[in-house]
């Protein structure tokens, strides 16, 4: 399967993302032609090369009508102080994210509203618009939940806006170019200390920040500043599969997304992309032969083993010994619950031996995302490896859509499919 693996020992932000997904093509100017005719309003794509402690790689500048200087006082600086003057030449987006009341300043300001209107107008492959406002839809959450006021109510600052939705862009129509069965990440450095923003002094990271990172796992470190932005975070958030160590995979292209700022490690984000090894693992398969349990008595006891942690129960009809008609019991389970799945087999099933055979099996990767519906939020279940990819709706949140609209299941997923 194709994996991509981060590195993101120095944090993450939307510019090096950019730079480090984009060093895994083989015609990276191309790809930087083709963002630039986008036509995202007012923002221009440059590529440059930059060297971080001998290692040569890519900055992505993202000019916003026509000057960068502006763009810096966001993310793209991606700047981070040694020392504990928090001083910073820089700062990041979400001090440009501000409530309500702040529509008095000077510069125009949008909200998720204007940014959906923004992201229509790119005329972006479908999945690719939905990754775009998926991202910012986070950022907007975080906003949101850190001060205290509805999405509806956060909107975001002029530049910081196009600079956003540059890097945003980007990194999702790189994504969907690159096409990896999965994204593993390192543990993201967050920095340490604290970092100057329009609302005053605060902690890294960064209160929106620290809310998107919930459930990842970081860390901070030597290193005083903010190393990781929130729309770092975000993207992060949205295409990581999971985060961990670096798998065995066999590289075929490196990319390293440099920051702008030099510091004794590598201010860069890195990107191993390659083939991994198929997901295998081993399961038990403990089997018995039963005739003598009523369907019920039989119903119950599969109840009990699920309950109990079995990756699968099933029954098949079969002819026993005299002639007599039997059910073979089999359950499926992880080879550390197999004393608790003969416990519950002699204990629920009349039987008086149970088998046991060790198989290998070839799982899809699968992971579990919320969808947001007029019916309400459904689960859905995505699977992908060995080139292929699916998705299939939890039949618990169909049901329940199904009752309350007074509808069949085959009527909710073709209504699920037209939002």
């Known amino acids: 399967m194709k994996t991509l693996y981060l590195d993101c020992g120095m ?7 950019t730079a480090a997904l984009l060093e895994l093509l083989p015609e990276p100017e191309r790809f930087v032609d083709k963002l630039n005719m986008l036509g995202i309003p007012g923002v221009e794509f440059h590529k440059e090369k930059a060297i971080k402690c001998g290692i040569t790689g ?37 001090e440009h994210i501000h409530e309500h009341e702040h529509e008095h300043e000077h510069h125009h300001h949008s909200g998720m509203h204007e940014i959906e209107h923004i992201v229509a107008d790119l005329k972006l492959p479908e999945k690719v618009e939905k990754d775009v406002l998926a991202v910012y839809g986070l950022i907007a959450e975080a906003e949101s939940h850190v001060h205290g006021v509805p999405v509806s109510d956060i909107h975001f600052h002029e530049v910081g806006t196009m600079d956003a939705v540059a890097d945003i862009t980007a990194v999702c129509l790189l994504m969907n170019e690159l096409a990896p069965d999965e994204v593993i990440c390192s543990p993201v450095h967050v920095g340490s200390g604290q970092v100057k923003c329009a609302h005053g002094i605060l902690p890294v990271p960064a209160p929106a920040t620290a809310f998107i990172l919930q459930g990842i796992p970081t860390y901070g470190g030597g290193i005083r500043g903010e190393l990781c932005t929130p729309t770092g975070a975000a993207l992060l958030k949205h295409f990581v599969t999971r985060f961990g160590d670096m798998p065995m995979i066999k590289t075929q292209a490196i990319g390293y997304g440099m920051g702008k700022k030099d510091f004794e490690t590598a201010n860069c984000v890195r990107a191993m992309f390659g083939e991994g090894e198929d997901k295998t693992d081993t399961i038990l398969e403990l089997s018995c032969n039963v005739d003598d349990m009523t369907a019920e008595e039989i ?29 073979l019991l089999r359950v499926m389970c992880k080879e550390q619950d197999r004393e608790k799945m003969l416990h519950l087999i002699f204990k629920y099933t009349s039987t008086i031996g149970v088998r046991e055979t060790v198989t290998h099996r070839y799982i ?29 709706y939890e039949y618990e949140d169909l049901a ?8 069949g299941i085959e009527e909710v997923k073709k209504l699920l499919e037209d939002v």
């Open 11 to 17: 944090g993450a932000a939307g510019d090096m993302l």
């Open 299 to 327: 119903g119950f006891a599969m109840d009990c083993l699920f309950e109990g942690g079995a990756n699968e129960v099933f029954t098949i009809p079969i002819g026993m010994k005299k002639s007599r008609p039997g059910i």
């Open 364 to 392: 899809l990767d699968r992971r579990i995302e919320t969808v947001e519906t007029p019916y309400g939020k459904v689960h859905r279940k995505i699977s992908s490896g060995y080139g292929v990819s699916r998705a299939k």
């Open 58 to 94: 890519t900055h992505m500048s993202v000019f916003v009508h026509g000057e960068e200087e502006r763009a810096e006082d966001y993310e793209h600086d991606h700047g981070h102080e040694h020392t504990h003057e928090h001083e910073h030449e820089h700062t990041h987006e979400h």
């Open 400 to 407: 329940q859509i199904a009752h309350k609209q007074a509808l």
